[in-house]
């Protein structure tokens, strides 16, 4: 009897897992993770490859990925492919293709895309600086609650790529800082190309690049307290499996920065040929790692710091971490782009106390009115920044500034917030006064057709709650969505006199009739 219990838990138990895969086109190669989520949503590892490609050098250095290249690309991921299939991992909601900057950056890679696509099926999603952010901290996020010592401390995460240079910069659980710089192991190569000097000298020209990047980086990082310095990356992965031998990758290996930096000199000293025979990496892995290592070095010691913090978590994994929660705004994860948010708008001087209310009476109108707007929770997150930030243009001034909020928001860093996500939380700060949108105004023509329906439902919404918010004194803290007649009824309990925001909502409710189809009333709930 024992024994048919136990099968049948393994069967259920295999039932409820389900197989995804992450690939990565990088600057120096594509890779692959292959996982296993969980019924409970835990990732576990099954496979992983790693195939070596030029497309980092035909990017910056041409501006264009070759035809060879490209053609290369299709027969590394023809090869996945077939892999995937013997995991049975066939729908497109099992993969996710993803492509970082030596990509992004190609001046073809809209044809590269679509090549891909039709050799292989798969659909390649170039993703920009915020998403490798946001991914990069769902990754770390385990080993920063983990360990004490991070927890208490000023924690620097950082990652040294084929074409740029990560740094978030957490504190207490919160990210305080995010920035994406121009500074990459294989750029940085490839620009040393243009120069015909002795290896010594080549050296001095690359410290000199890292330390301009290495004092922008210092100049955000407040130096108070005690501070911490997690690396990320294949370059310094070998170096930590080649210093510290009984390293086991899942915890976190603890590098002293003068051994580091010794094993750095060694590996600059060397020609890429040797690189390559004694430490058995490829030719493109030898490229990169002396470039890569410097700079870790060179960071570490800004900051005075003893040890640097080594893990095994990539780009790949958070990404399958990404896939088992099926939804990139976990309440954890909103509650750092609103902190990211809010931050922005106190550099600005904002009202902080009426945008918050205000951002709190759009996301209870989003919740009360998913059936009219059919819109995923994304999208609150999105509406709630537009909302926060929608005065921060009366910075620069009075006069259309609603314009200006738009251009502050869409120029701005938010951590979590992509390029799109920027933009349209921009156009809905635009749009929560003065004309509706149009299809000839900037940014807007630039969405499809269901984001710019998406920008308009938002800015409707808001309108209506700033009207709510009209005396500015947040007196209506709750409020009832229900619909009367073929009109939404907004009740506010406990406001005896609503005068203000009914004259206001007369007055700014026309958006929400124009997209919704229905007037808005608003009335007070007697004791």
């Not at 385990?142 to 004490?148: H, I, K, N, R, V």
């Not at 509406?383 to 609603?402: C, D």
């Not at 120029?411 to 996500?421: A, M």
Request: with cysteine; hydrophobic share 40%; net charge neutral.
């Amino acid at each position: 009897m024992s024994t048919v219990n136990s099968e049948d838990s393994k069967r259920e138990t295999k039932s409820t897992t389900r197989p995804v895969a992450v690939i990565d086109i990088g600057a120096t190669s594509i890779r692959m993770a292959i996982g296993e989520i969980g019924e409970y949503g835990g990732v576990r590892r099954l496979d992983s490859l790693t195939q070596a490609v030029n497309l980092g050098k035909d990017t910056f250095t041409h501006g264009a990925i070759s035809k060879a290249s490209i053609e290369d690309c299709v027969r590394v991921l023809k090869s996945y492919r077939r892999l995937l299939d013997e995991y049975q991992i066939t729908s497109s909601d099992q993969i996710r293709v993803i492509a970082t900057s030596a990509v992004r950056e190609a001046s073809n890679r809209l044809a590269f895309i679509d090549r891909i696509y039709i050799a292989t099926g798969l659909q390649v999603e170039p993703i920009d600086e915020a998403e490798v952010n946001r991914v990069t901290y769902l990754g770390v996020q385990p080993f920063l609650e983990a360990e004490p010592q991070l927890a208490a401390a000023r924690t620097i995460v950082t990652e040294v790529g084929g074409g740029n240079t990560e740094v978030l910069v957490v504190k207490n659980g919160n990210v305080v800082y995010a920035h994406t710089y121009r500074l990459g192991s294989l750029r940085l190569r490839e620009t040393l190309g243009a120069y015909r000097a002795p290896t010594r000298k080549l050296r001095d020209i690359m410290k000199n690049q890292i330390l301009r990047t290495v004092q922008q980086i210092q100049e955000q990082v407040h130096t108070d307290g005690r501070i911490e310095m997690i690396a990320l990356g294949g370059d310094v992965r070998f170096a930590a499996t080649q210093l510290l031998p009984d390293w086991v990758p899942s915890a976190l290996a603890r590098v002293p920065v003068p051994t580091l930096e010794e094993f750095t000199n060694e590996i600059l000293e060397l020609s890429e040929d040797e690189i390559v025979r004694k430490f058995h990496l490829t030719f493109q892995e030898a490229e990169t790692v002396g470039p890569a290592l410097l700079a870790y070095v060179e960071v570490a010691k800004a900051f005075n710091l003893v040890n640097v913090l080594v893990t095994n978590v990539n780009l790949r994994y958070g990404l399958l971490q990404e896939m088992a929660v099926r939804n990139a705004f976990t309440d954890e994860f909103r509650n750092q782009i609103i902190r990211s948010a809010i931050d922005l708008g106190r550099r600005f001087d904002f009202h902080e106390a009426h945008a918050r209310h205000v951002a709190e009476l759009a996301r209870t109108l989003f919740e009360q009115l998913r059936a009219e707007h059919q819109l995923d929770a994304r999208y609150e997150t999105i509406l709630y920044i537009g909302a926060l930030l929608h005065e921060i243009g009366l910075f620069i001034a009075q006069r259309s500034y609603h314009k200006h909020s738009m251009y502050v928001i869409r120029n701005s860093e938010i951590f979590g917030l992509g390029r799109k996500d920027l933009l349209m939380a921009s156009l809905i700060a635009r749009y929560h006064r003065r004309a509706s949108p149009q299809p000839t105004h900037e940014g807007y023509s630039t969405l499809d057709r269901d984001e710019r329906v998406t920008v308009a439902k938002l800015a409707a919404l808001l309108r209506v709650a700033i009207s709510l918010d009209e005396s500015r004194s947040q007196r209506i803290q709750e409020i009832l969505c229900q619909f009367e007649d073929g009109k939404l009824v907004i009740a506010a309990p406990r406001v005896d006199d609503l005068a203000l925001e009914q004259l206001a909502l007369r007055q700014n409710s026309s958006l929400f009739e124009e997209v919704f189809g229905m007037q808005v009333q608003l009335r007070t709930v007697r004791r």
